[in-house]
């Protein structure tokens, strides 16, 4: 591994404007812990959320979709 690579879990985040349109993605790893700030959305919109993970051994399943304030 490269110096300063980091190994272990990285979690996704797809958010978008309906549960069918989740065409934003935010990806981190998992020690950064469990919030994330997003300053790229229009305030007043509603928003939608589901949350994947991977890693060396694959990707889980998609959680369900969920609105967000």
């Known amino acids: 591994m490269a110096a300063g690579?980091?190994?272990?879990?990285?979690q996704c985040a797809l958010?978008?404007?309906a549960p069918s349109k989740l065409y934003q993605t935010y990806q981190r790893f998992a020690d950064q812990g469990?919030?994330?700030?997003l300053r790229a959305l229009t305030v007043g919109q509603g928003y939608?959320?589901?949350i994947e993970?991977?890693?060396e051994n694959g990707v889980s399943t998609?959680?369900?979709?969920v609105p967000i304030r």
């Open 34 to 37: 469990t919030t994330l700030e």
């Open 48 to 50: 939608w959320v589901a």
């Open 53 to 55: 993970s991977f890693d």
């Open 15 to 17: 958010v978008g404007i």
């Open 5 to 10: 690579a980091r190994s272990g879990r990285l």
């Open 62 to 65: 998609l959680s369900s979709v």
